[in-house]
């Protein structure tokens, strides 16, 4: 055999390789795309075990691996395999993009005139975190009005105490089991009530404000994490009862915060907005995924929430910097008309 012979062997037996490995590239990106196409359906329709509703969680990641596998697809000239991408990418992204644009005109501008602004921090310390010198400097830069902190147990409320110079009024409730919760104000706070709720009989903290002559409720809730079957039934019976407790107040004066422990796209948050009318301060601002830090941004989902009544208008939505949790801060600035 000849070098020339020799020569075009190699040739034929590297592209036999190559188009092996296409192949085998564009089955699994294919099979892929199958799972992600039906788990993207059954998650929004199938409700009859919690795992579906996990499915739910993950819209942006399944937008990002939609988008590559159909360039993919694209180059190879694989056109079926296209078209299934295609779907997977427009039923995603119709569930990533709405929540970047505000859905109405003027949302975010501050009123002209006679109107008071509120400041919420809402915070998941991790109760194993001992970094307490990270949240009290953010709690500093941000100066909010109302702090809420979540997974603190006795540590965590005696490492705190300097927030009281302040934010002077507070409920506190410490738990060495992950659900411990305070609540801390520069306003007065009124109408306290601590309720249980769900299977577990978790913490839910009521009180209000009198916020320059409007009195505002304010809600924060911590369901369980849906990490077994039982205790995404616990979450979603908590936040069925969360929904009880909201539509017991005026409509036009009630924000809820907290790790809900589900995203905007799971079903038992779907009910909670559909039965309350409570809109997510989110809107207009990103997904603003929260959870978990050691990810990056983009594996991230969004847990952490700050709920409020239509007549609340939303300034500014955005994480805080990193305080040693599994959670960013989600802060956000409410403008009410003056009464």
């Given amino acids: 055999m000849d070098d020339n012979q020799a020569q075009e062997k190699t040739i034929e037996v590297s592209s036999s390789s190559v188009k092996s490995i296409t192949i085998r590239m564009r089955t699994l990106l294919g099979i892929l795309m199958i799972f992600l196409l039906v788990g993207m359906i059954a998650g929004r329709v199938v ?63 501050a009123e002209p005139g006679d109107a008071a602004s509120l400041r919420i921090l809402v915070a998941n310390v991790l109760t194993s975190n001992r970094d307490c010198d990270r949240l009290l400097s953010l709690v500093r830069e941000e100066e909010p009005d109302v702090l809420i902190l979540q997974e603190i147990n006795d540590w965590w409320a005696s490492s705190i105490v300097s927030l009281s110079g302040d934010l002077p009024y507070s409920v506190v409730e410490p738990e060495e089991h992950n659900f411990g919760m305070g609540l801390y ?67 036009s004066n009630v924000i809820v915060c907290g790790d809900l422990n589900c995203t905007m796209w799971s079903g038992a948050y779907r009910d909670l907005i559909e039965t309350t ?35 609340a208008r939303v300034l500014d939505c955005r994480l805080g910097s990193a305080i040693g949790s599994d959670h960013l801060p989600l802060i956000v600035d409410f403008q009410f008309s003056a009464k």
């Fill in 47 to 109: 409700r009859v075990h919690p795992a579906f509703d996990l499915l739910n969680h993950f819209q942006l990641q399944y937008a990002i691996v939609s988008i590559i596998a159909l360039l993919i697809f694209l180059v190879l000239r694989c056109w079926r395999w296209s078209l299934i991408a295609a779907v997977c990418v427009a039923l995603s992204t119709l569930q990533v993009i709405p929540w970047y644009r505000a859905p109405t005109p003027h949302l975010h501008e």
């Fill in 185 to 251: 104000s520069k306003y007065p706070l009124h109408s306290t009530i601590l309720h249980t709720m769900g299977p577990y009989e978790l913490i839910t903290i009521e009180c209000a404000i009198n916020f320059h002559d409007r009195d505002i409720v304010i809600i924060a809730a911590h369901p369980p994490p849906p990490i077994r079957p039982p205790a995404a039934i616990a979450r979603d019976v908590q936040l069925e009862e969360l929904g009880d407790l909201v539509r017991g107040h005026n409509a």
């Fill in 277 to 311: 009318g409570l809109q997510n301060s989110r809107n207009g601002f990103g997904i603003l995924p929260s959870w978990p830090t050691f990810l990056p941004s983009v594996m991230r989902i969004p847990v952490d929430h700050c709920l409020h009544s239509t007549d």
